[in-house]
């Protein structure tokens, strides 16, 4: 998937957990784990939006 230049690659913990409607500490302990891919960009941590894109579609898929 290619990105648009205004596009954003990463998100943070909150965003992700407010979009997959869990609590921030369940992603941070699933960041922790390993499960779930993340980078520190300053003084917080990222998640790549495909790997959330990817989660979603996954989850999609087993419902319909």
Same mark, same amino acid.
């Given at each position: 998937?290619?990105?648009?230049?205004?596009?954003?690659?990463f998100l943070?913990? %909150?965003?992700?957990?407010?979009?997959?409607? *869990?609590?921030?500490?369940?992603?941070?302990?699933?960041? @922790?784990? !390993?499960?779930?891919?993340?980078?520190?960009?300053?003084? %917080?941590?990222?998640?790549?939006?495909?790997? *959330?894109?990817?989660?979603?579609?996954?989850?999609?898929? @087993?419902? !319909?």
């Open positions: 998937m290619k990105l648009k230049e205004n596009e954003r690659q943070r913990i %909150s965003e992700v957990a407010d979009m997959l409607g *869990v609590h921030y500490n369940t992603i941070w302990r699933l960041i @922790k784990e !390993g499960s779930i891919p993340a980078v520190k960009i300053g003084r %917080s941590w990222h998640i790549p939006v495909q790997f *959330v894109q990817e989660l979603q579609k996954k989850a999609m898929e @087993k419902v !319909g």
